[in-house]
């Protein structure tokens, strides 16, 4: 069974970071596609950045590009989203996912496994 659990939300001010962590089981995880996205309320889901963790390809938004790192650990089964210079308009509930397709895209229908989301808040 896929499971992936997100971790490391939290509250903090406009230009501070946040580390987020997703847990994942139940698939090979050093051949996937696991991306990461967020959702405002009243807005729709917005994918963020992905990783290839078979050869370690990534992929960001242009919202997020040159202020957020992913990285995957294989040893860990972990992939990490490290937030920096963090803006008010970063706040969301941030979800991980899998695409068993390995199409390497961010429209989040390729996706059919999601966590449960963690919430980050950026205070001005």
């Known amino acids: 069974e896929v499971q992936l659990v997100e971790s490391g939300g939290g509250l903090v001010q406009a230009g501070g970071s946040l580390r987020l962590s997703c847990a994942a089981s139940g698939f090979t995880f050093d051949d996937a596609v696991i991306g990461w996205f967020r959702q405002a309320p009243g807005k729709e889901r917005e994918g963020v950045s992905l990783?290839?963790?078979?050869?370690?390809?990534?992929f960001y938004s242009n919202s997020v590009e040159g202020r957020f790192t992913i990285s995957g650990d294989n040893a860990k089964n972990t992939v990490y989203l490290q937030m920096l210079s963090l803006k008010p308009e970063d706040t969301a509930v941030y979800y991980c996912?899998?695409?068993?397709?390995?199409?390497?895209?961010?429209?989040?229908?390729?996706?059919?496994?999601w966590g449960q989301g963690t919430q980050v808040t950026v205070s001005s």
């Open positions: 996912a899998l695409d068993p397709s390995r199409i390497r895209t961010l429209y989040p229908w390729r996706y059919d496994y």
């Open positions: 990783i290839s963790t078979s050869d370690g390809y990534t």
